[in-house]
């Protein structure tokens, strides 16, 4: 059963009563007039849409972008994000980056596997001819946080969109330090802000007698 | 189970007939079918009952302008099996089987009309799975859309966009 908790759906409650309550208006009017009704040409209003569109998965969301201009919005609207969010079930899917290709492949546990439809995607994150070695520091509410040759990056796997991440300022600044520091990164989420954190930690590690 | 969806039609096959019952609601479909039903099934459909209230219960026949005859009797039947408590994965799979895609959007319209939440909810995933795998070109259609990109900005948004086309389904459906 879903959970209608959030903001934009009290909105569309609200606004399906208010709707609810012109239709009677209009019916009451209609039935004084005693005019003879006209059965209207299905039309699927807005807030309706959005009621489908947060039951979709992702990718075809991502598809759906090139219906219409107002599609596009809706589905790009961060709102309608973070509503699709939380009420979809969260998938169990295993995630590849592959380094060589620069593609990600996505296998969903829950369908039946089929490489063609395994969400494959050049992602243009690294030089083709660079040395890249991918190492994954960790994941967080679907995102995936990494290390290559050319620095770190966020990906979100469903929408294959990425973004560097800039180094602290400071960051691998002296190279004698270099030599003695560990660094450590860690990535999460803070409900509070509803933003994304990366924290980098550098340590000196202590000199064995 | 069959059997008992079957009984359940008949039950609630065109009125007149109902000769007792001062206390059930008449519903008058658009194209002027008359459906009796409890006064509990009128509860369900919240737009029926605020009407009823608004009137002090005065009015217990209630035009529904907006659905057809062909509608009413599968919201009544989903609001029978909601007040039973027995809306189950398997009713629900069994009761849009029937259904082609344009019947469960004009089911999903009426029960918006009706505001039916929990058919609502229902029908939205229902329309969701059977879209999920269409063509951009279908759902244009089954909402009746009107594409407002230019050629170039289509072309530009499809290729960005070009592995979500992958694994789309055709659309040669003799659906109408």
Known sequence: ?209 | MAEEVSSQMNSLSISETNPSSSATISLVSGDDIVFKVEPTIAKEMETVQSFIDETDGKITTIPLPNISSHDLPYVIEYCEKSIAGKITKEFEAEFVKKLNNEEVKELFLAANYLNIKKLLDFLSQVIADRIANKSVEYVRRYFGIENDFTPEEEAKLREELAWTFTGVDPDDEDEN
């Open chain 1, 1 to 209: 059963m879903r959970r209608f908790m959030n903001f934009m759906l009290l909105v569309q409650q609200t606004m399906r009563k208010r709707r609810r309550r012109e239709r009677l208006m209009e019916k009451k009017k209609r039935k004084t007039k005693m005019a003879t009704p006209i059965p209207p040409k299905p039309f699927v209003h807005e807030d309706l849409i959005i009621e489908i569109l947060l039951c979709l998965p992702v990718k075809s969301l991502i598809r759906f972008q090139c219906v219409s201009k107002q599609w596009f919005s809706l589905i790009s609207d961060p709102n309608f994000v973070k509503s699709h969010f939380q009420l979809t079930p969260h998938t169990r899917r295993i995630e590849f980056i592959s380094s060589d290709f620069g593609q990600t492949i996505s296998i969903d546990f829950e369908e039946q596997f089929d490489l063609e439809n395994a969400f494959v995607k050049q992602c243009n994150f690294f030089h083709p001819h660079a040395d890249s070695l991918i190492q994954i520091i960790s994941s967080c509410r679907g995102f995936i946080f990494f290390h290559h040759s050319s620095g770190f990056c966020i990906l979100n796997p469903c929408t294959k969109i990425h973004k560097q991440i800039p180094l602290a300022p400071g960051e691998f600044e002296t190279n004698l330090e270099l030599r003695y520091f560990y660094y450590l990164y860690g990535f999460g989420y803070d409900p509070l802000r509803d933003d994304y954190l990366v924290v980098s930690l550098s340590c000196i590690p202590a000199e064995e007698d």
